[in-house]
């Protein structure tokens, strides 16, 4: 891994507007907590409201490809779909997108 600094795993999904509040609160409560339990070093979770749709973005961000591949399994672009995914989503996604981050700065207070 160039420069050690980690890896990013991005999942991406869409919503109707009248399904994206209920949406955000499934996706925290059983998406985002669950990475931080699996060992993510931080998890982002992001939403852009559309004409017609809402975008959910949620990053993870990993120390190491081995700490996210031991809960993602061989594959660790193949998507876990949480239960009501396919009640809420406009479509299921079909694979999440691994980065290797290659320089990372942060703001200090």
Do not use: N
Not at 5 to 19: C, D, H, Y
Not at 24 to 47: D, F, I, N, P, S
């Amino acid at each position: 891994m160039a420069g050690g600094e980690g890896i990013a795993r991005i999942w991406r999904g869409r919503t109707l507007p009248e399904r994206a509040d209920v949406y955000q609160a499934y996706l925290y409560e059983h998406g985002v907590k669950k990475l931080k339990a699996l060992g993510a070093r931080e998890v982002q979770m992001l939403r852009e409201d559309r004409l017609g749709e809402c975008h959910f973005m949620v990053i993870s961000w990993w120390p190491t490809r081995e700490s996210m591949t031991s809960w993602a399994g061989e594959d660790p672009t193949r998507i876990r779909h949480l239960e009501r995914d396919a009640e809420l989503l406009i479509e299921l996604p079909e694979a999440v997108q691994i980065l290797e981050v290659a320089h990372r700065e942060t703001e200090r207070t």
